[in-house]
């Protein structure tokens, strides 16, 4: 009677054993088809990613004024041929916005094979003459968009840039634009000057309009009163004061009261 117990244990043990080997089998089995299957669609994602027909075939520019849409597909023709799975946007982005003359830009990814850039252009406001034979183009914020030797008349002309000066001088500068020739001086804040043919105005920093009427005001005197040449300080709120000639010049003094 034991040693039938004794076999009849004994195989059980040999059909457990039997068992888990085959347990083990169908495990390894089945990691081995998980990691084939994996491996099958990591392979089968990577070549759909760099398939042609997710190539970048062009890129669309929306929002275009100053800028051509021609010179900007050849500065950014490494873009072409990329896939659009792998299109770096953050890059792409950052070089778009690289341009002086744009302020804002949305790129974004259209399926399967296009890119498509929207832009907001900066617009040139004035130009800063910088120097005996150089200018600069300049927006409403005081960003420098190109620097050349000239520009055609029609944008209100500066000097001696000051970023502190400029917003209160684009206000002097729509107010000297009725002069058929003038510059305005932003190096001192405080103190904005216009300069004419004739002679230099003292603005201050505040009041443009009030003090540039009191100019015109006077201005038809002093022609008639044969003053080629004045320094006209419009700063006092009451008077206009004209120093005739050469500024530092003390004597002569015209006072205009109002």
């Known amino acids: 009677m034991i040693k039938r117990d004794k076999q009849i244990l004994v195989k059980k043990n040999r059909k457990r054993k039997v068992s888990q080997i085959f347990g083990r089998i169908k495990m390894l089995a089945l990691v081995m088809t998980v990691v084939m299957g994996l491996s099958g669609l990591y392979v089968g994602v990577r070549q759909l990613i760099d398939a042609p027909y997710f190539k970048i075939k062009d890129v669309r520019w929306f929002g275009l004024k100053r800028l051509e849409a021609s010179a900007l597909n050849r500065q950014f023709h490494w873009v072409v041929g990329e896939s659009l799975f792998r299109a770096d946007l953050s890059r ?93 001086d932003l190096s001192n804040p405080r103190d904005l000057l216009v300069r004419l043919p004739e002679g230099v105005l003292h603005f201050g920093d505040r009041d443009f309009i009030n003090r540039w009427n009191r100019f015109k005001r006077v201005e038809g005197d002093l022609k008639r009163r044969g003053l080629s040449r004045w320094e006209i300080d419009l700063r006092f709120s009451d008077k206009v004061v004209v120093k005739p000639g050469v500024a530092r010049l003390k004597s002569g003094e015209a006072l205009f009261h109002f």
């Open 92 to 184: 792409i982005h950052g070089a778009v916005l690289s341009n002086a003359w744009v302020k804002e830009a949305t790129v974004r990814k259209d399926f399967p094979d296009r890119l498509t850039v929207m832009l907001t252009e900066r617009e040139a406001a004035v130009v800063e003459v910088h120097g005996s034979d150089k200018m600069r183009l300049l927006d409403s914020e005081g960003t420098v968009l190109e620097e050349k030797e000239d520009y055609p008349p029609g944008l209100p002309r500066v000097i001696r840039f000051d970023q502190q000066s400029y917003v209160r001088g684009l206000s002097l500068m729509a107010l000297a634009a009725s002069q058929p020739s003038y510059l305005v």
